[in-house]
């Protein structure tokens, strides 16, 4: 099963389009740079972010490194408090299971709250298959589904329509699936969100299913945990009789106390809020309060493969705050869709092709979707060093490797279409060990330089699609330097000897310090 | 094989790098982030909380005990509402006589509490840093959908006794065991534009009742 959308294209082809798409980057800009400041603003309130990043990097990573433990201590946990556990080795089974669940109660309909794992799995697909109509219930959700649109991004998944889009799909679309819009519906904002809580209404007081992810579960007390905004979530997970949580296994965090830093964590880097309007903590089921009946789907779905890989590993830490997204100058402008699964930017161009056994063009091509500028790092409130994976990915793809494919370690091929990369970096390495080989063809470049085109032929044209050659300068650093810092290329000229004090390559601090202010978990 | 041995034994093999034998507790977790931020008395942290919860655009109010009949009356008048909704433990004598009482109950359904204008309860515990109310589902809370289908929620805070500066001293209050719902203002989305936009699907009135005397604000 593949994580990734159907006869989607790799990210470069499918940029390309999104790119050149005006209003959709205006939107994109206007939203990303809104909240770019605003989660500056929040995190500056606490003069203890570093520490808490740390702990939140440090808590995950304790998770993971004990993963087994945890599930079983969870698992045990929710039986306890009256809840029934089920494993899902894929997103196949984790389908097959709500189906089945949803059917036993006889209904037909569910309302959903906005949850990335069952993005990921294509429930509502396969519920439909199944004669099951699901309701997204989340405003981007709402809008994404009446639009029979694609999410394209994690916290707001319509962040590519504006205001004007979304009064012309609610006035349009409404009346199909329920309550229509008022008449003459406007676009403001609260007007918007009105005809959602009108539309909704009647769906959440009858739901009688509801289904969920978490945000987080908490392994000693059994709880889980949802962040929202709206009171939607809060709907679907109080008013039904029957509550289905699909949740991928690295949710769980050890111990109650572990969320004062995720619950300081989360809002300021998603919405930049001190916190969110609503957050349900439950724990099991409740007499009397809440569904009488509580299901819990674990979901592997490649998060397992994903663990395998050391470098990989930290992946798994993510809490979906999207802060990410919000700051990357490539997601900005391609948008999400490009990313072609449910988790686009920066995040996306990690975890998607980790999650993935199928290897596609599109997982090979997102390790490259990106400029490698280390602003998905520095906001990431857990510390995921994206750029580190970023390059540990493309060297899968352009070398191939041992990987972890639904639990069985497997040796993948180099994706096509990289041997002009392999060849260039193999001569390249030979030449940096033979100095003589190096001084010899720096010199001749220098010389040519002027013959050197814009644009490269034959394979290396695919490098220069996109970019202009760069330029040769007329003498090589090594030339220069024997030429200017030596003491034989360097006699006879004045102030020669302050030039070497100043330009000394052992001078204290410089890059030695810049690489020490970067927290490191 | 079972999916559950399936999935834990590829977490297993997925974690070879683990030494035999490390226990969970001797993966580091550094907690030199602070418990709270910033020293504040009693008073100044009611003041953030006030200050806070006006920012998610909560009423905010303050009374002595012995004038909350009063100011609940006022805020249900206020709202214009004909029917409330109560949990066990609010006393009656905190509300008017003069509209529909209505006694939260299981047998309460969905559709039975859309029709009542407002619910009074009290809370677990508040945050300043954060403009948060935690609801517990103890007696004088109720049941979590009594707040959420009404569309206004009067929500009395005992000061400065139910205040905790922040959110580790709010969850070290709490138990994990009882449903609890964290609000932070009324229901709000930032779905449109990333522009945050009150009133959605939960409250769209939330007035909060601040309940001390005098000298317990300053």
């Known amino acids: 099963m593949s994580v990734t959308y159907l006869g989607m294209p790799p990210f470069p082809q499918a940029a390309q389009d999104s790119t050149r798409d005006t209003r959709l980057r205006g939107n994109l800009r206007h939203a990303t740079h809104t909240i770019r400041d605003k989660r500056a603003g929040a995190v500056a309130e606490l003069t203890d972010w570093a520490a808490l990043r740390t702990a939140g990097a440090q808590i995950k990573d304790r998770t993971l490194r004990h993963l087994d433990t945890y599930l079983e201590q969870l698992e045990a946990a929710v039986t306890a408090a009256g809840g029934t556990v089920h494993w899902a080795v894929d997103a196949a089974e984790a389908n097959e299971i709500v189906t089945r669940l949803v059917r036993e109660t006889g209904e037909r309909e569910v309302v959903k709250v906005k949850s990335m794992a069952t993005q990921e799995i294509g429930l509502n697909e396969a519920l439909e298959d199944a004669g099951i109509a699901a309701y997204e219930t989340d405003l981007a959700e709402l809008i994404v589904q009446l639009g029979d649109d694609r999410p394209s991004h994690i916290l ?46 009647e769906k959440f007081l009858n739901a009688k299913v509801g289904i969920s992810g978490a945000n987080f579960m908490v392994a000693e007390s059994g709880t889980l945990v949802v962040v929202e905004s709206e009171g939607n979530g809060r709907m679907c997970l109080t008013l039904p009789e029957t509550l289905i949580s699909v949740v991928g296994i690295e949710k769980v965090v050890p111990t109650w106390q572990d969320l004062e830093v995720f619950l300081q964590l989360l809002p300021r880097s998603s919405t930049a809020e001190r916190m969110n309007p609503y957050t349900s903590t439950w724990t099991g089921s409740a007499d009397g309060d809440g569904p009488r009946s509580f299901h819990l789907v674990l979901l592997d779905n490649g998060r397992t493969d994903t663990l395998a890989d050391q470098v990989g590993r930290q992946t798994l830490r993510c809490i979906r705050c999207s802060a990410c997204l919000n700051v990357c100058p490539v997601y900005e402008r391609a948008g999400g869709h490009a990313y072609g699964s449910p988790y686009p930017g920066p995040i996306g161009a990690i975890l998607t092709p980790q999650l993935d056994s199928v290897e596609t063009g599109l997982d090979a091509s997102l390790p490259y979707a990106s400029s490698l500028c280390g602003a998905c790092y520095e906001v990431c409130p857990v510390a995921i060093d994206i750029p580190e994976v970023l390059v540990h990915l493309r060297e899968r793809v352009v070398q191939g490797g041992t990987v972890t494919v639904r639990g069985q370690r497997t040796t993948v091929r180099p994706a096509k279409g990289h041997a002009a990369e392999r060849a260039a970096m193999r001569a390249a390495s ?62 006879g000229k004045s102030g020669g000897e302050s030039v070497r004090q100043e330009g000394r390559p052992e001078t204290p601090g410089g890059r030695d310090r810049q690489e020490g202010s970067d927290e490191q978990p | 094989m079972s999916s559950r041995e399936t999935v834990l034994g590829r977490v297993r093999r997925a974690l070879a790098d683990v030494p035999r034998g490390e226990r969970p507790d001797e993966a580091p977790v550094g907690r030199d982030y602070l418990r709270v931020h910033g020293e504040r008395s009693p008073g100044e942290t009611v003041r953030l909380l006030r200050e806070h919860l006006t920012d998610y655009r909560a009423r905010v109010h303050h009374c002595s005990p012995a004038s909350l009949p009063e100011t609940v009356a006022e805020l249900l008048a206020r709202q214009g509402s004909r ?54 589902a103890s007696r004088d809370q109720g049941r979590r959908s009594i707040t959420l289908v009404p569309d206004h929620h009067v929500c009395v805070v005992r000061v400065p006794d139910q205040v905790v500066g922040s959110v580790p001293q709010a969850l070290e209050r709490l138990d994990p065991a009882r449903p609890q719902t964290w609000i932070s203002g009324p229901s709000a989305t930032s779905d449109i534009e990333l522009n945050r936009v009150e009133g959605v699907h939960g409250p769209r009135t939330l007035d909060v009742v601040l309940v001390g005397e005098e000298s317990s604000m300053f």
């Open chain 1, 156 to 201: 707001v998944p319509a962040i590519h329509r504006n205001r004007g889009e979304i009064r012309d799909i609610f006035a349009e679309r409404m009346g199909r699936w329920g309550r229509p819009a008022p008449d003459g519906l406007g676009d403001s904002p609260a007007q918007l969100a009105e005809a959602a809580r009108l539309h909704l209404r």
């Open chain 1, 430 to 491: 030979w030449t940096f060990d033979h100095p003589r080989a190096l001084r010899a063809g720096e010199r001749l470049a220098s010389r040519a330089r002027r013959l050197v085109p814009n644009r490269l032929p034959g394979p290396g044209s695919a490098w220069t699609d996109t970019r202009d050659t760069p330029r040769v300068p007329p003498e090589s650093f090594r030339d220069w330097w024997r030429r200017t810092r030596t003491p034989a290329g360097a006699a």
């Open chain 2, 83 to 136: 029917s409330v909704v109560t949990p066990a433990g609010v006393p009656g004598a905190w509300l008017p006589q003069d509209l529909e009482h209505v006694a939260d109950s299981p047998a309460l359904t969905p559709h039975d509490l859309d029709a009542v204008g407002s619910v009074v309860t009290g809370c677990a515990v508040a945050v300043a840093e954060t403009g948060t109310l935690v609801l517990d």
